[in-house]
C-alpha cells in the first residue's frame, strides 16, 4: 500500500484525531510557531496536502485567502463540508492542477513526510510559485523518525537501529483519550529534503528546528532533541 491509499483508510481516524483541540502535534507544540514563517496576510495561499482543512481554516481566519489540496477523497469532502465557501480540491501533489507561476505561497504542514514521491512535489510547489513566492514547510524531523528513546526518563539515550540515511517507510500508532490513530509515513535523511529543494530551484531563508515546548514542562526527554523542522524557501526573482 503506498502512503496516499493509507491515509485514506485512516481518514475517518484522523479527522476526529485532528479535530480534537489540543490534542495532535499540531495544538500541543507548533501550530504558533508555524505560523511565523509566513508572510503576513493577506496573501494568496495554496496548501498542498490540506487534509481536512484545519490549516487552511486557521488561515482563513487570519486574513489569509486559502486553496486547498489532498489526494484524499475522504479528506477532501470533510474539508469542503467544514468550510462550505472554501476551495478544496482532490489532486496529487506531485501534479498539482495550477498554472506556472500563479501562486504567492504554498505551505506544506506536516504532509511531505506522508507524500509518495515528495521530489516531485517540491518540484511542483516550486513550478506554481511567482517569482519571490516563497514555500513554508513543516516536517518530522528526520532525527525523530530515525531512532527512538529507549525509555520514558527524562534522561533516557536516544538511540538509531540501522542507519540514519535510510529511506525507510514506517507506521506509527498512537492511543489517547479514547482516539487511535496509525501515522503512516517514510523517513528520509535531511539532505533528500534539502536536495529537493535545490533541485526545484528554491532558495531556504529560515530553518527552526522545534522540541517539545509544552508551557511549564521541564527535564522532558524530547527537549534535548527536536520533534519537528519548519522551513521557508524563496523562488528568486529573475530579476
Excluded at 510557531?33 to 481566519?61: M, T
Excluded at 505561497?105 to 511531505?112: E, P, Y
Excluded at 536516544?158 to 525507510?168: A, C, D, K, P, Q
Excluded at 489517547?176 to 531563508?205: C, K, N, W
Amino acid at each position: 500500500m503506498n502512503m496516499r491509499d493509507a491515509w485514506e483508510a485512516e481518514a475517518a481516524n484522523w479527522i476526529a484525531w485532528a479535530r480534537t483541540p489540543g490534542h495532535d502535534s499540531y495544538w500541543r507544540f507548533h501550530a504558533e510557531r508555524f505560523f511565523e514563517l509566513l508572510p503576513p496576510a493577506p496573501c494568496d495561499i495554496l496548501d498542498v496536502g490540506c487534509g481536512e482543512g484545519r490549516l487552511a481554516r486557521d488561515l482563513k481566519k487570519r486574513g489569509y485567502s486559502v486553496r486547498g489540496v489532498d489526494a484524499s477523497p475522504t479528506l477532501i469532502e470533510h474539508a469542503r463540508a467544514a468550510d462550505p465557501a472554501g476551495d478544496y480540491r482532490l489532486a496529487d501533489a506531485a501534479a498539482l492542477p495550477f498554472g506556472d507561476e500563479s501562486v504567492p505561497l504554498a505551505t506544506a504542514f506536516m504532509s511531505l513526510q506522508d507524500i509518495d514521491d515528495m521530489p516531485a512535489a517540491v518540484r511542483e510547489m516550486a513550478r506554481v510559485l511567482v517569482p519571490g513566492g516563497r514555500l513554508c514547510l513543516a516536517i518530522v524531523h528526520p532525527i525523530n523518525s530515525a531512532g527512538g528513546f529507549e525509555t520514558l526518563e527524562p534522561d533516557a539515550a536516544f538511540v538509531i537501529h540501522g542507519s540514519y540515511f535510510e529511506r525507510r517507510r514506517y507506521a506509527d500508532t498512537f492511543e489517547r483519550s479514547g482516539l487511535r490513530m496509525t501515522f503512516t509515513s517514510e523517513h528520509r535523511p535531511l539532505q533528500d529534503y534539502f536536495g529537493a529543494i535545490e533541485a526545484a530551484g528554491l532558495l531556504v531563508e529560515r530553518l527552526v528546528e522545534i522540541p517539545d515546548t509544552t508551557p511549564g514542562r521541564i527535564l522532558h526527554r524530547w527537549q534535548r532533541l527536536p520533534l519537528f523542522l519548519h522551513l521557508r524557501a524563496v523562488k528568486p526573482d529573475r530579476g
